[in-house]
């Protein structure tokens, strides 16, 4: 409006009102550029001068009577509303848009202009200086860090081109403005005075952030802190997990859940073959017991073992006994299966001495310590079985040494071509589930190891094969009473081999005689087989026994001297050696005295 319309002027065509007709008014347009500074005083509910909360301002030339309630007209037809107009707004406004402050529960939409008076039309005003921001739109545009808006144009449509029909068009929004409702309230619109900038009351609607909550904010991740918690958290969780786990496999594993039952019998009943592996500790033999059926439970078992010790093997024991009683038959070799000794100088075959007794074979030994009859079957090899594996399987089926390919190959289907080939010595886990020629290869090639490590393949300076310096050894072993005399023996037949001359041993003689006798005459004497020395030269065709670490070890480092007799004189072993024939008679007869020899005394 004009200074002429306002009703505050002193110029001509308006008066100063009184106090008591003072209301609300509005402040003199400001210059170009400037937005209009509203100033409202409060009214009580039954002022007749507003309606509700809404004030209703005329704006023509004489002041409304306090006393009378007044109410906007309906425009006559075809002519401008001469009222200022408050009208609702549709919840969807082109051209201005706020967006709802993230700090705040409740947001307002900014009000908009409907339907100017034609006479409030004009060319926008140009943009001002900068200066400090006034109004309430200027401090919206000084805060915000939005991209400026177009300036909003006035558009005429056909037929419209005057009057309360001329529009006000704004730009389109450069984003997309989400509708908001406030709840319990309408939101007032209205049109300002001519020249003045749209406004809105401070005071009902207070300065707030309307910029729009960008996707990419929402999209953004959660914070780094809440995001390292939330791993550390899960973190601690999946350790305590696998703590808990490992302390009861731990438990577990230390037989904290373990069942202690334990049987009261001693004797038990039936048996039942059980093998202790050499890598087995007291809780797997435990283990095994109880699945046997031998004991209660595999704690009974660990607390009954105590100090005690278990060796590797196989075992025959009674079902259902103690845990103390298990351990005791566990105890020495009376319960063990698959153990045996090999004496040195044992041959494969059984032999009678002449004083009547029986000296098992290794085939007999073999057979003794793998024959058992459990509840389930009977294990074990038979002497004949034995026999035929060693006389008719290959080199390769019975795991023959390289170095003893030769005599072996020599000898045909002599079971005794594997003579010598398996070492003296405690076995002690023959395996009694296997037949004649795993039984026969297991104890070969174990054999072999033993020679290797004992120093069979190692270079010597007797210059005898390593099958050679066995079957030296093996006499050695069997003509040999005492540890001193060992190395002796085996100079003699090194020294006899040297000279050529017969080794006439009374060992190899023996060999083949169905009684053995220190005291060689008769058939066994005269007998021209491949063993017997005194009917040919060199060295026996195989091994005449097992061979031990000691006479190996004499064999391969012999005595120095330059006997090539010896003879033993008395039954306490005492040898006596002689360089010439002359006084190896004289030592004869000090046997012969000692009645251990009568055959050739005077």
Same mark, same amino acid.
């Given at each position: 409006?004009?200074? #002429?319309?306002?009703?505050?002027?002193?110029?001509?065509?308006?008066?100063?009102?009184?106090?008591?007709?003072?209301?609300?008014?509005?402040?003199?347009?400001?210059?170009?550029?400037?937005?209009?500074?509203?100033?409202?005083?409060?009214?009580?509910?039954?002022?007749?001068?507003?309606?509700?909360?809404?004030?209703?301002?005329?704006?023509?030339?004489?002041?409304?009577?306090?006393?009378?309630?007044?109410?906007?007209?309906?425009?006559?037809?075809?002519?401008?509303?001469?009222?200022?107009? +408050?009208?609702?707004?549709?919840?969807?406004?082109?051209?201005?848009?706020?967006?709802?402050?993230?700090?705040?529960?409740?947001?307002?939409?900014?009000?908009?202009?409907?339907?100017?008076?034609?006479?409030?039309?004009?060319?926008?005003?140009?943009?001002?200086?900068?200066?400090?921001?006034?109004?309430?739109?200027?401090?919206?545009?000084?805060?915000?860090?939005?991209?400026?808006?177009?300036?909003?144009?006035?558009?005429?449509?056909?037929?419209?081109?005057?009057?309360?029909?001329?529009?006000?068009?704004?730009?389109?929004?450069?984003?997309?403005?989400?509708?908001?409702?406030?709840?319990?309230?309408?939101?007032?619109?209205?049109?300002?005075?001519?020249?003045?900038?749209?406004?809105?009351?401070?005071?009902? #609607?207070?300065?707030?952030?309307?910029?729009?909550?960008?996707?990419?904010?929402?999209?953004?991740? &959660?914070?780094?802190?809440?995001?390292?918690?939330?791993?550390?958290?899960? =973190? +601690?969780?999946?350790?305590?997990?696998?703590?808990?786990?490992?302390?009861?496999?731990?438990?577990?594993?230390?037989?904290?859940?373990?069942?202690?039952?334990?049987?009261?019998?001693?004797?038990?009943?039936?048996?039942? $073959? +059980?093998?202790?592996?050499?890598?087995?500790?007291?809780?797997?033999?435990?283990?095994? $017991?109880?699945?046997?059926?031998?004991?209660?439970?595999?704690?009974?078992?660990?607390?009954?073992?105590?100090?005690?010790?278990?060796?590797?093997?196989?075992?025959?024991?009674?079902?259902?006994?103690?845990?103390?009683?298990?351990?005791?038959? &566990?105890?020495?070799?009376?319960?063990?299966?698959? /153990? &045996?000794?090999?004496?040195?100088?044992?041959? $494969?075959?059984?032999?009678?001495?002449?004083?009547?007794?029986?000296?098992?074979?290794?085939?007999?030994? =073999?057979?003794?310590?793998?024959?058992?009859?459990?509840?389930?079957?009977?294990?074990?090899?038979?002497?004949?079985?034995?026999?035929?594996?060693?006389?008719?399987?290959?080199?390769?089926?019975?795991?023959?040494?390289?170095?003893?390919?030769?005599?072996?190959?020599?000898?045909?289907?002599? #079971?005794?071509? =594997?003579?010598?080939?398996?070492?003296?010595?405690? *076995?002690?886990?023959?395996?009694?589930?296997?037949?004649?020629?795993?039984?026969?290869?297991?104890?070969?090639?174990?054999?072999?190891?033993?020679?290797?490590?004992?120093?069979?393949?190692?270079?010597?300076?007797?210059?005898?094969?390593?099958?050679?310096?066995?079957?030296?050894?093996? =006499?050695?072993?069997?003509?040999?009473?005492?540890?001193?005399?060992?190395?002796?023996?085996?100079?003699?037949?090194?020294?006899?081999?040297?000279?050529?001359?017969?080794?006439? &041993?009374?060992?190899?003689?023996?060999?083949?005689?169905?009684?053995?006798?220190?005291?060689?005459?008769?058939?066994?004497?005269?007998?021209?087989?491949? *063993?017997?020395?005194?009917?040919?030269?060199?060295?026996?065709?195989?091994?005449?026994?097992?061979?031990?670490?000691?006479?190996?070890?004499?064999?391969?480092?012999?005595?120095?001297?330059?006997?090539?007799? /010896?003879?033993? %004189?008395?039954?306490?072993?005492?040898?006596?050696?002689?360089?010439?024939?002359?006084?190896?008679?004289?030592?004869?007869? %000090?046997?012969?005295?000692?009645? $251990?020899?009568?055959?050739?005394?005077?």
């Amino acid at each position: 409006m004009s200074d #002429h319309d306002d009703p505050r002027s002193d110029g001509p065509g308006g008066r100063q009102p009184s106090d008591g007709d003072r209301r609300r008014y509005f402040a003199e347009s400001m210059g170009s550029g400037q937005s209009g500074n509203r100033h409202r005083r409060r009214r009580a509910p039954g002022d007749p001068t507003t309606t509700g909360s809404i004030p209703i301002v005329r704006v023509g030339d004489s002041l409304p009577d306090p006393t009378i309630e007044y109410r906007t007209p309906e425009p006559p037809a075809g002519e401008p509303s001469p009222y200022f107009q +408050v009208q609702y707004r549709p919840t969807e406004v082109e051209g201005l848009s706020f967006t709802e402050p993230r700090t705040s529960p409740r947001s307002y939409d900014p009000p908009t202009i409907v339907n100017p008076p034609a006479r409030h039309l004009q060319e926008p005003p140009p943009p001002p200086p900068q200066s400090e921001p006034t109004g309430l739109f200027d401090i919206l545009d000084a805060t915000h860090d939005e991209p400026v808006a177009q300036a909003p144009t006035w558009t005429e449509h056909a037929g419209e081109t005057t009057g309360a029909h001329a529009r006000y068009e704004a730009p389109a929004p450069a984003y997309e403005t989400p509708a908001y409702e406030p709840a319990g309230r309408a939101d007032p619109v209205y049109v300002p005075a001519a020249g003045a900038a749209p406004e809105i009351d401070v005071e009902d #609607h207070p300065a707030v952030d309307y910029s729009p909550i960008d996707d990419d904010i929402a999209d953004r991740p &959660m914070p780094a802190r809440k995001r390292n918690r939330k791993v550390i958290v899960s =973190i +601690v969780a999946i350790l305590l997990v696998l703590i808990l786990v490992l302390a009861g496999f731990a438990l577990k594993a230390l037989g904290v859940f373990d069942s202690s039952t334990d049987y009261s019998s001693t004797t038990g009943h039936g048996s039942a $073959l +059980v093998e202790v592996q050499s890598d087995a500790t007291v809780r797997d033999i435990g283990d095994t $017991l109880t699945d046997a059926g031998v004991v209660g439970s595999r704690k009974a078992f660990v607390n009954a073992t105590g100090n005690d010790t278990v060796a590797a093997g196989f075992y025959n024991l009674p079902k259902g006994i103690s845990a103390q009683a298990a351990v005791e038959k &566990m105890q020495g070799s009376s319960n063990r299966v698959g /153990f &045996m000794v090999v004496p040195e100088g044992l041959q $494969l075959d059984t032999k009678e001495g002449v004083d009547g007794k029986t000296t098992p074979g290794i085939f007999q030994r =073999i057979s003794d310590a793998t024959t058992v009859k459990t509840d389930d079957r009977t294990y074990g090899v038979s002497v004949e079985d034995l026999v035929k594996a060693a006389s008719t399987a290959s080199a390769s089926e019975l795991g023959i040494p390289s170095w003893a390919l030769e005599a072996f190959n020599r000898l045909g289907q002599d #079971h005794r071509r =594997i003579e010598g080939l398996i070492a003296s010595g405690a *076995w002690e886990d023959l395996d009694p589930r296997m037949n004649a020629v795993e039984l026969l290869r297991t104890l070969i090639t174990n054999s072999d190891k033993r020679f290797t490590a004992w120093g069979l393949e190692s270079d010597n300076n007797t210059g005898l094969t390593p099958y050679q310096t066995l079957v030296t050894a093996s =006499i050695v072993e069997r003509e040999a009473r005492k540890d001193e005399d060992f190395p002796k023996v085996s100079r003699v037949i090194l020294n006899r081999l040297k000279a050529d001359q017969r080794l006439e &041993m009374d060992s190899t003689a023996n060999y083949t005689a169905r009684v053995t006798n220190i005291d060689v005459f008769g058939d066994a004497y005269k007998d021209e087989n491949a *063993w017997n020395t005194y009917q040919h030269d060199g060295l026996p065709i195989t091994p005449i026994g097992a061979v031990g670490e000691r006479a190996l070890h004499a064999t391969m480092n012999p005595a120095q001297g330059d006997w090539l007799y /010896f003879v033993t %004189v008395d039954k306490d072993g005492t040898t006596l050696f002689a360089k010439t024939f002359d006084q190896h008679k004289k030592n004869r007869q %000090v046997a012969c005295d000692n009645k $251990l020899l009568t055959t050739g005394c005077a």
